[in-house]
């Protein structure tokens, strides 16, 4: 069999597309020497007291260059959808976006919904409004989604771990040596130095980081926002404590922090899991907290709802941290859950760990801004606890930054994922996970690109993704 | 200040004195074969298995350091280095005397190591500081003259990308794209290496422009966002209503007064800019102080990991005052009374 082209018989569009870059990008380099030195557009005040623009050189250069992205998107588009129902005989992009189809319709169905209801869903359907947050929003999903789907092994083309013989190292498009009937007779992406399938790894390593990255960051915004708050409010003597410890650990450089958990050796004094059994604890609190505040007055609901939050919380939050024959070992091995890896224990709380002071820090300065206010004082006159106005007046009005840090935040944390990756620290070395698959690919790097380059660019538009999100629901939530 | 750092150091000692940290010590230093009981006495000869405020005591240099005689009857003790007799070693030695320990992976003094490596990855912060800090501030302000014009979005979109790209991506794809000769391309070196000796255009670029983007592109997005402020300001209107050209108010007005936000987020930068030196130099292979951090965590270094620690908290609380000083002096609305 031939080795797949990157486009297959879509190729007459490659000219296209190569032309339509060149010239935006000639459009923008013109447009921003122009707008240092040509005149602006020159308003003038017509006889009948209407306003004219004459058109001016900037003007015309921004229309052309709305069209030339359009015109980008289209031919894009065209690929992709080309390649949907051509698949293999558009060559490796149509083949990978046959792959990706349950990923397509998701997403289409996900945005049709969404822009047809926007007025009604709050802040998410404003986001619709910004162009901005709408392409951020997409990148997101679509990795959500991969990750989703290539769970079930929807998505992927082999197995991540299988080592095909004579396909290591092989270049992108390599149909399969020795391929059976029912396999899939190509390696999309190549073949890594061990002759497993790239675009399968980075499918199964996107799992990975869209499961951990905003879970570890929910759990830092948990413990930041359960010891911000109070911090914040009361001020004093428990403000100095908590800012002091939140300052040590940022002063810490990261990777030193990493380097001084993560290892074997640590991880065998049982201090990550002491650590995560203080750390998992605040979201406990966090919820019970806030439920017993609000429904206080209504002691019959209140009790059994909080009997079945912590019932259930408490023993997740059991079987997150015993582990049979670790150093914590609570509960028997019967009622444990799940097993967590212990590597990825440690990396989850690291993680946690050093995102959560800088949240505080945040939710600390928004409460001693908030708590200023008129509604604040309202409640305290009306004689409401402190935890219900911290978590029912303080926290929502302060939602607007928090939810975009969220975002930022998530990103960051996936960073640090791939970082953890990159210096071979927590997971198993042969985990598909980005950083380590980078991290792996680097040593060949200069003769063999594609091992690295695959999960480099699928991290950097996750993040991207996720910075253009927060910038789009700044953006938004800063209209109101 | 000095209290965090005291603190700051106390956990890194402790976190590296525990004692499987210490088990792996003795095995490495002694025999790998070392029964339990072995190693133990291994540790309880050199003193490894006293109280842990007592050994950063001692480290610290405010208590006489610990000595024993093994069991060919010499003195042994971290004061003693070889080749000096007991008697005329001094009793305290720790990093208020200068002595910083001795290496195990190395086989040098730590404060060598740690001056010479720090000299390196200066060198390499020079160029990187004279890289970024120019074109993220000129990027920043270009983009918040005029907000929401062609320029600006695609400088944004640029100062984006920068920042949501670690520098191990950043740095695999310059690297892929102007090193490999996959592309062809080979216009720098993949590896800084001989960097260490004679920086040149070709073996430095990368791991410079690498560390750049990533802090780059913050920033430029602060310098933007204070840039824009500015320019919405009323003594900017009132510029241009007298007829200031549009040149002269970016340069004689705007300027200076966005450029306060902007100094502060780039000393503390720095803190980030010590983790992309440790990413870059592993990945550029130059062996710098991210390098020797990397190492010594690598290979158990108890007293080199403890010297990389201490110099990296006291660069990034100095940084953190100096930014605190330097936003005072800008800024004359704050004053310290």
Redesign the interface.
């Known amino acids: 069999m031939e080795p797949l082209t990157w486009t297959g018989s879509l190729d007459f569009l490659n000219p296209i597309f190569i032309a339509l870059i060149f010239i935006c990008a000639a459009l ?1 380099a013109a ?2 020497v122009a ?1 240092v030195f040509a005149p ?1 557009a020159q308003t003038t005040v017509n006889p009948d007291g209407t306003l004219s623009v004459s058109p001016s050189l900037l003007t015309l ?2 229309s052309a ?1 709305k069209y030339g992205f359009l015109a980008i998107i289209t031919v894009l588009l065209a690929y992709l959808i080309g390649g949907m129902f051509l698949g293999l005989n558009a060559g490796i992009i149509g083949a990978m976006s046959q792959q990706f189809v349950p990923v397509w319709i998701s997403l289409v169905v996900l945005f049709v919904l969404s822009i047809t209801y926007k007025r009604r869903l709050g802040l998410y359907g404003k986001l619709f409004d910004s162009t901005v947050g709408m392409i951020g929003f997409a990148l997101v999903m679509f990795w959500v989604f991969t990750g989703l789907f290539g769970a079930f092994d929807m998505i992927v083309t082999h197995d991540a771990l299988t080592q095909v013989s004579g396909m290591k190292n092989k270049v992108p498009g390599t149909p399969m040596r020795g391929a059976d009937e029912g396999d899939f007779p190509y390696y999309l992406l190549g073949g890594d130095n061990l002759a497993r399938d790239v675009f399968s790894r980075m499918v199964k390593g996107c799992l990975i980081v869209v499961l951990i990255a905003p879970l570890a960051t929910l759990f830092a915004f948990m413990v930041g926002i359960t010891l911000g708050l109070p911090a914040g409010y009361y001020g004093g003597r428990l403000d100095t404590i908590l800012s ?1 410890t939140a ?2 650990i940022l ?6 922090l990493f ?3 993560v ?1 074997p ?2 991880r ?2 049982g ?1 990550p899991q002491y650590m995560a059994s203080i750390l998992f604890i605040f979201p406990l609190v966090f919820l019970t907290v806030l439920l017993n505040s609000r429904f206080y007055t209504q002691p019959g609901f209140r009790t059994p709802l909080l009997i079945a939050v912590l019932g259930m919380g408490g023993w997740i939050y059991l079987s997150l941290i015993s582990e049979v024959g670790s150093k914590v070992h609570v509960i028997p091995g019967f009622a444990d859950l799940f097993d967590l890896d212990g590597g990825i224990l440690t990396v989850f709380v690291s993680v946690v760990f050093v995102n959560s002071p800088t949240v505080f820090r945040i939710v600390r300065g928004l409460t001693m801004d908030i708590k200023t206010r008129d509604y604040v004082a309202a409640a305290q006159t009306r004689g409401e606890g402190a935890w219900y106005i911290m978590l029912w007046e303080i926290l929502p009005n302060a939602r607007g930054p928090l939810i975009v840090d969220f975002c930022l935040r998530i ?1 960051y944390a996936t ?1 640090l994922l ?2 953890l990756g ?2 071979g620290l927590g997971l198993e070395p042969e985990s598909p996970n980005w ?1 380590n698959t ?2 792996e ?2 040593k060949l ?5 594609h091992p ?2 695959v999960p ?2 699928s ?2 538009s996750l ?2 993704g ?3 999100l927060a ?1 789009g629901l700044r953006e938004e939530s800063l209209k109101d | 200040m000095i209290l965090t750092a005291l603190c700051l150091t106390f956990i890194v000692f402790w976190l590296t004195n525990l004692y499987p940290n210490l088990e792996k010590l003795a095995k490495t230093q002694g025999n790998f074969r070392m029964s339990d009981e072995a190693v133990a006495s291994w540790l309880e000869t050199r003193g490894y298995l006293q109280s842990t405020p007592k050994k950063y005591a001692e480290w610290l240099g405010v208590v006489p350091s610990y000595r024993a005689t093994d069991s060919e009857g010499d003195v042994i003790g971290r004061c003693i280095q070889p080749g000096i007799a007991a008697e005329d070693s001094p009793s305290y030695c720790g990093i208020l005397q200068g002595y910083w320990g001795w290496s195990t992976v190395f086989k040098e003094p730590v404060a060598d190591i740690v001056s010479l490596r720090l000299g390196l990855t200066g060198k390499l912060m020079f160029w990187v500081l004279l890289v970024m800090v120019p074109t993220a501030l000129l990027v920043g302000i270009l983009a918040g003259m005029r907000e929401g014009s062609v320029t600006d979005r695609t400088l944004s979109t640029f100062a984006i990308t920068t920042t949501a790209t670690p520098e191990y991506v950043s740095g695999v794809i310059l690297i892929a794209v102007f090193s490999s000769s996959a592309v062809g391309l080979k216009w720098f070196k993949g590896s800084a290496t001989s960097a260490m000796e004679t920086v040149t255009f070709e073996n430095f670029t990368l791991p410079v422009i690498t560390i750049a983007l990533y802090g780059m592109g913050y920033v430029a997005r602060m310098t933007r966002a204070s840039m824009a402020e500015v320019m919405t300001a009323q003594y900017i209107r009132t510029a241009r209503l007298k007829g200031v050209s549009f040149r002269n108010i970016v340069m004689k007005h705007a300027l200076r007064n966005a450029l306060i936000a902007p100094f502060t987020v780039i000393m503390l930068q720095f803190p980030w800019l010590l983790n992309g030196v440790v990413i870059v130099e592993t990945l550029f292979n130059y062996k710098g102080f991210g390098w020797v951090l990397v190492q010594a965590a690598g290979n158990n270094d108890i007293e080199l990991l403890l010297g990389v620690s201490v110099v990296s908290v006291i660069v990034v609380l100095v940084t953190q005052l100096i930014s605190d000083i330097g936003y005072v002096y800008l800024n004359p609305r704050i004053s310290v009374s």
């Open positions: 923008v447009y921003m707008s602006e250069v921004t260059l002091f300052n040590l002063a810490f450089p990261v990777i030193l380097y001084l958990l290892t050796e640590i065998a004094t201090l990103g960073i791939g970082t990159f210096f950083g980078i991290n690919g680097r790097l200069s003769i063999y690109l690295a380059i480099a660019l991290l950097l993040v991207l996720l910075n253009l910038d």
